[in-house]
């Protein structure tokens, strides 16, 4: 069995049993990025690694080949002989499953197996095995799917093609909005953080957003904001592993204050800087600074930043007696 680094693979041969989970490998693998094409004749393959080696922008292929391929198939072994005297790095996947459970499967989706004949459905799946057991010699990953779900594949299939955990490649992506102008529909988790107290009330910082320094270390000096900030971080990091195990590939979340103007565009801000310190992929946008520029510039609304107001009135903890009340 040849022995390769997983951070080097940039091609991938999924091929095995019918039956045992090819479809749902190449949609898996698809969600992780990789170019796939199923059914590929394996005397083509060449030609397929050539084409991807001269490309300028480097793509990761993933090529599902089997039984289906009839007559074809049987170049496979040559294809494999070519690839292991090239200097490409590739890996090959071999789906393996438990007869009983292939033969559930089959039954449940009520289609005929590639190699059926006048016998049973465990012939055909005997003289499969008979058939792949070249290929599954060359394999560097051999797979059991038999008890696998759809998501728990999926994570195999990244550990062993990429070489880490699939939570790792999970993005957190957070955005900023005003709860005045409607909660999100799309967030998986929202936060309300209208306890802190609000730059709106401070003269100076009124007319300014959570982007500029000023009104972010308002918003992140005080010691409520500190603390819940780092209980809220730790509780996403913690978070992360679990959602990717149900198969999330990005996990949103919504920090949400009066306007989406201060508070918590400089919690999302601080919360995307602390993801990202700790390694996690993460992006940060800001749902009514965006908004509010594309009206501006459209000239549907007026450049006045000052729309954000407390609903009681009280200026988020300082009682509004550093500025205007509304």
């Not at 991807?52 to 009839?70: F, N, T």
């Amino acid at each position: 069995m040849i022995k390769i680094s997983g951070s080097d693979v940039s091609f991938a041969i999924i091929t095995g049993l019918s039956g045992a989970g090819k479809t749902q490998s190449m949609k898996a693998l698809e969600d992780l990025d990789f170019f796939c094409i199923d059914n590929l004749p394996p005397s083509l393959l060449p030609q397929l690694v050539e084409l991807h080696a001269g490309a300028a922008e480097h793509r990761k292929y993933a090529v599902a080949m089997d039984v289906r391929g009839k007559e074809y198939f049987g170049h496979l072994v040559d294809a494999l002989n070519w690839l292991a005297r090239s200097e490409y790095h590739y890996t090959v996947v071999f789906l393996e499953c438990r007869d009983s459970v292939l033969v559930r499967r089959f039954s449940e989706t009520r289609r005929q197996h590639p190699l059926s004949g006048a016998g049973s459905i465990y012939d055909s799946i005997a003289l499969e095995r008979r058939v792949l057991a070249p290929i599954r010699e060359r394999a560097h990953i051999v797979l059991d799917t038999s008890d696998l779900k759809p998501v728990e594949l999926k994570a195999h299939l990244h550990a062993a093609v990429m070489g880490t955990p699939v939570h790792e490649m999970m993005v957190v992506d957070v955005f900023s909005f005003g709860f005045k102008y409607g909660a999100p529909i799309d967030a998986d988790i929202v936060f309300d953080v209208r306890f802190l107290p609000n730059p709106f009330y401070v003269r100076d910082l009124k007319a300014t957003t959570g982007l500029e320094p000023a009104c972010a270390a308002y918003v992140m000096e005080s010691p409520m904001a500190r603390s819940f900030m780092e209980t809220f971080r730790d509780l996403i990091v913690s978070l992360i592993p679990y959602y990717s195990r149900e198969g999330k590939g990005r996990l949103t979340i919504g920090i949400g204050c009066t306007g989406g103007q201060h508070r918590s565009v400089a919690i999302a801000e601080e919360l995307g800087r602390q993801l990202a310190q700790r390694g996690v992929r993460s992006q940060v946008r800001h749902r009514e600074i965006t908004d509010r520029k594309l009206a501006i510039e459209s000239g549907l609304l007026q450049d006045d930043a000052g729309d954000e107001c407390d609903t009681d009135g009280t200026g988020g903890g300082n009682n509004g007696k550093d500025g205007d009340r509304i």
